[in-house]
């Protein structure tokens, strides 16, 4: 239900656009976020986005460099990342809440997608 793409081999300073497309059953009032787990670290949040009101909420670390964003016709979110850094690596994975709040647990999330290799250069 969910698809993430995008990722890539990029080098430090540079960006990627990943993106998450929605299909099946309708996500109207769902919180979608993103989600990235290095090698040997636990999964930690991103950025998250509700799919009706446009609330978004994004982790310190990346803040002023990543954006997350959606396109309702499209069914997609998209997570828009610029100043790309080596330890901005990992797996960044997609997910959906049903709930309309923005939570920053991956427990608060029942839907994930299968994840996209993000990998920064020095």
């Known amino acids: 239900q969910l698809q993430a793409s995008g990722g890539g081999l990029v080098q430090a300073g540079g960006s990627l656009r990943l993106s998450c497309a929605r299909s099946?059953?309708?996500?109207?009032?769902?919180?979608l976020g993103w989600f990235r787990q290095a090698p040997g670290k636990e999964r930690e949040f991103v950025a998250a986005i509700t799919w009706s009101g446009g609330i978004t909420s994004t982790a310190d670390s990346v803040k002023g460099r990543f954006t997350i964003s959606r396109d309702n016709a499209k069914n997609t979110v998209y997570l828009q990342m610029n100043s790309l850094k080596p330890e901005d690596t990992g797996v960044y994975y997609c997910?959906?809440?049903?709930?309309?709040?923005?939570?920053?647990?991956?427990?608060?999330?029942?839907?994930w997608g299968q994840g996209t290799q993000v990998t920064v250069s020095s």
């Open positions: 099946g059953r309708t996500f109207s009032s769902y919180v």
């Open positions: 997910a959906a809440r049903s709930s309309g709040s923005v939570t920053r647990s991956s427990t608060g999330y029942s839907y």
